[in-house]
Structure formats: C-alpha cells, structure tokens
C-alpha cells in the first residue's frame, strides 16, 4: 500500500528565507505527484504538478523535484513571504491494478509552514 | 474559471440522523471524489465515482455511502450519523486522462456529530 510522509510537519521561518519542504513515498510506480496548499478551514489549492517522466516543474517563486527511483520529493519556496503561511499538501497517484487508478490521490500528512515578518 | 461546490460550509447533526452532503462542479469532469480529513490522520479516501452511476470504494467507506444520479453531482451520505463521523469533508473533481489534470477541489463541509 502506497503510503506518503512529509518532513518536517511544521516549519517556522523568517521572511525573505528560502526554504525546502520534502515529500517521500514508498511506491515508485507513480503516475505523478502533486503538491498542494491548503489555507485554514478551506479546500486545496493545486500548486505543481510533477508527471513521473519529469524531474522537475517550477511556478513563480516555487520550484518542485522529483526523484522517482528513491521515491522523493521537494518543495523549494524561494525569498517566503507571510502570505506563504499555509499547510502544504504533497500526493501521489500510483498506478493500480491493471494500470489503473480513476486518478486517485494518496497524500501526505502535510507541512505546516508559518513565515513570520 | 473552474468551480467545485459544496452545499454547506458547516453543519451540525445529532446521532443517528441521516446526513447528506452534495457536491456540484461544472467543469464536466467525469472523476469525483470524496475525502475526509482529520487532524495528524491527514486527507483520507471515503469514495469516488468515474462515470455517472458507478462508484467505488476508497480506503475508508464503512458508514458512507455514495450517490451519482448526475455527472455534475456527487452525494456522500452518512446513513446513520456517528460521533466519530465529526470531521472536515472535501470534495474533489477531475477529468479522464489523469496524466495531466491534477485534482479541484471544493471548500470543505465541516460536520459535528454531537
């Protein structure tokens, strides 16, 4: 059963940091991974989406790798600023039986990232 | 833009009531989904649908059930409310050709079972 661990579950920096959050899974036969943020009380946010033939994708001051064969990820988070302050989700669709999987996501349990000015 | 809904932002049920939560998107996306996501439990898969009428179990269906009459609407029902049923519930759309899309997701219901 595909499971998916985040490190470190909370992160406190100050702004303008640069910062890495990092994502593992114990699957390797993964369609894609995806990173996600979540604000208080509210849904997702999609922010990257790595396709498992890829090694990276970057949007912005965000930067995502994938490493497939070890089964992690990062997240780089260049020059945070306070409104950054979010819980960020990473997930994995793997491939089921047969080769398929409805495009069902296992996700992480998440990083709680607070910048403070 | 694309739109996932969710007909109540809080609700608040006694055990053993019958409770219904709906799910619309407009972005005629055939996979829907729904997760419930609890504190140090993380985003956990209840059921999701592919096609009109079809569902499947995800990791967590004991004491849900699902329904799928419309492409554009996914019910989960608790059929007889429980206290640990007291959780937050996301809702989530994507089309076919999962290479691609990633999942949209809706704001959340968060439910208290007391």
């Known amino acids: 059963k595909q499971e998916v661990t985040q490190i470190p579950a909370a992160l406190s920096v100050p702004e303008g940091e640069n910062l890495v959050l990092n994502c593992s899974f114990t699957?390797?036969?993964?369609?894609?991974l995806q990173w996600f943020r979540q604000d208080p009380g509210k849904g997702l946010t999609s922010l990257l989406l790595?396709?498992?033939?890829?090694r990276e994708q970057t949007s912005g001051r965000l930067n995502a790798s994938l490493d497939k064969s070890s089964g992690r990820s990062t997240l780089y988070i260049a020059a945070s600023q306070p409104g950054d302050s979010a819980t960020y989700l990473c997930?994995?669709?793997?491939?089921?039986?047969?080769?398929?999987?409805?495009?069902?996501?296992?996700f992480g349990q998440g990083t709680i990232l607070t910048v403070h000015p | 833009d694309v739109k996932v809904t969710q007909s109540s932002r809080y609700l608040v049920k006694r055990t053993g009531e019958k409770v219904f939560l709906e799910c619309v998107q407009d972005?005629?996306?055939?996979?829907m989904f729904w997760y419930r996501q609890d504190p140090g439990l993380g985003l956990r898969l209840i059921y999701f649908?592919?096609?009109?009428?079809?569902?499947e179990k995800g990791d967590i269906p004991e004491g849900y059930s699902v329904s799928r009459e419309k492409k554009e609407r996914f019910s989960l029902i608790l059929e007889s409310a429980s206290t640990n049923q007291t959780s937050m519930y996301l809702c989530?759309?994507?089309?076919?050709?999962?290479?691609?899309?990633?999942?949209?997701f809706g704001p959340g219901t968060r439910l208290l079972v007391l």
């Open positions: 790595i396709q498992s033939s890829q």
């Open positions: 989530a759309s994507s089309p076919p050709g999962l290479l691609q899309e990633t999942q949209y």
């Open positions: 997930a994995v669709i793997h491939r089921g039986a047969g080769g398929t999987s409805y495009g069902k996501l296992t």
């Open positions: 972005m005629d996306h055939e996979n």
């Open positions: 649908s592919y096609d009109v009428k079809m569902k």
């Open positions: 699957d390797s036969a993964i369609y894609n």
